[in-house]
C-alpha cells in the first residue's frame, strides 16, 4: 500500500517562510512528477508546483519567485520551500504523485493534507 505523508504546515506571519514535505512509502517502484496542491476555504483545489522526474518544474502564477519545489529521488520526498507568504496562501497543502507499483502504472496517490495559515 503506498502512502504520501505531508508535514511542515502551520501558523505563521505575513513575509514569514515555511517549508512542506511530503514522504512517500510502500510497496513503489518508480514515482514521476511530484507535486503540491492546495486549497482555500470556498475555493477549488488548484495547482501550487510540479516536478518531473527529470526535475523540470512548473508553478501557478500566483506563487512564482515566492515558492520553489524540489525532490529528493532516494529518499521518494517532495519538498515545497515558501517564501515570503501572504494570507492569500492560507490553505490546505496536498501532496500529489503519479507512481507506478507492482499493481499500478503511474497512478495517482493524494496525502491527507497538511494545513498552512498566514496571519496578516
Known amino acids: 500500500q503506498v502512502q504520501l505523508v505531508e508535514s511542515g504546515g502551520g501558523l505563521v506571519q505575513a513575509g514569514g517562510s515555511l517549508r512542506l514535505s511530503c514522504a512517500a512509502s510502500?510497496?513503489?517502484?518508480?514515482?514521476?512528477?511530484m507535486g503540491w496542491y492546495r486549497q482555500a476555504p470556498g475555493k477549488q483545489r488548484e495547482l501550487v508546483a510540479v516536478?518531473?522526474?527529470?526535475?523540470?518544474?512548473n508553478y501557478a502564477s500566483s506563487v512564482k519567485g515566492r515558492f520553489s519545489i524540489s525532490r529528493d529521488n532516494a529518499k521518494n520526498t517532495v519538498y515545497l520551500q515558501m517564501n515570503s507568504l501572504k494570507p492569500e496562501d492560507t490553505a490546505v497543502y496536498y501532496c500529489?504523485?503519479?507512481?507506478?507499483?507492482?499493481?499500478?502504472?503511474?497512478?495517482?496517490?493524494w496525502g491527507k493534507g497538511t494545513l498552512v495559515t498566514v496571519s496578516s
Open positions: 510502500g510497496r513503489i517502484f518508480s514515482i514521476n512528477a
Open positions: 500529489n504523485a503519479e507512481i507506478t507499483t507492482s499493481d499500478y502504472y503511474g497512478m495517482n496517490f
Open positions: 516536478v518531473t522526474r527529470g526535475e523540470s518544474t
